[in-house]
């Protein structure tokens, strides 16, 4: 597929999510395979309104960040974006636990910047995130990635009904 294929198709399938199709239905309608690369968890104080739309008490929420991956047979992987995404209490404990901390990778830049390639990315997201081999880059990579990190907390902390960090 061409780039400029796969530009316009992208194109399609983001009209859609704009359309409120879930990010990950209208890949998967397009023939795409998702994966998330996680680069961080932590708590959000939620507003009143979306502790209403939650219908619950609590005052925390867990939320993940992540780069949204999406992969097409015999095409190199794309980001279709950084998300966040706040789960209700009653769905997911709003606690970081060792399961969220282990599932938190650098930032693909970081990853490039140690010399990963996004279908390396793919490819060990895929086989249940396992970097052992190389812990030791993945570790500085995974701190030269809390700079973009701390971007993205900021740019969700302006948002309406969110306070950030909570520590």
Known sequence: MSQELKNIEVNEINSEIQ?????????????????????????VKISPQLKTAFR?????????????YAKKENIEPIIYGTVVE???PDFR??????????QINPSTSAFNNIGIS????WER??????WDDISEIFN????DSLSSVEFF???????????????
């Open 86 to 88: 706040i789960y209700s």
């Open 19 to 43: 359309k409120s199709v879930p990010i990950g239905k209208a890949f998967r309608d397009h023939g795409f395979k998702i994966r998330k690369n996680v680069i961080d968890v932590f708590l």
């Open 93 to 102: 404990e709003p606690v970081i636990n060792d399961t969220d901390v282990a």
């Open 56 to 68: 619950t008490n609590s005052d925390f929420a867990k939320s993940r960040l992540s780069e949204f």
């Open 125 to 130: 997201l895929g086989k249940d995130n396992d």
């Open 140 to 143: 500085q990579a995974k701190h």
């Open 153 to 167: 907390k900021k740019k969700i902390k302006n948002l309406q009904g969110l306070e950030l960090p909570v520590e």
């Open 118 to 121: 996004i279908n390396e990315i």
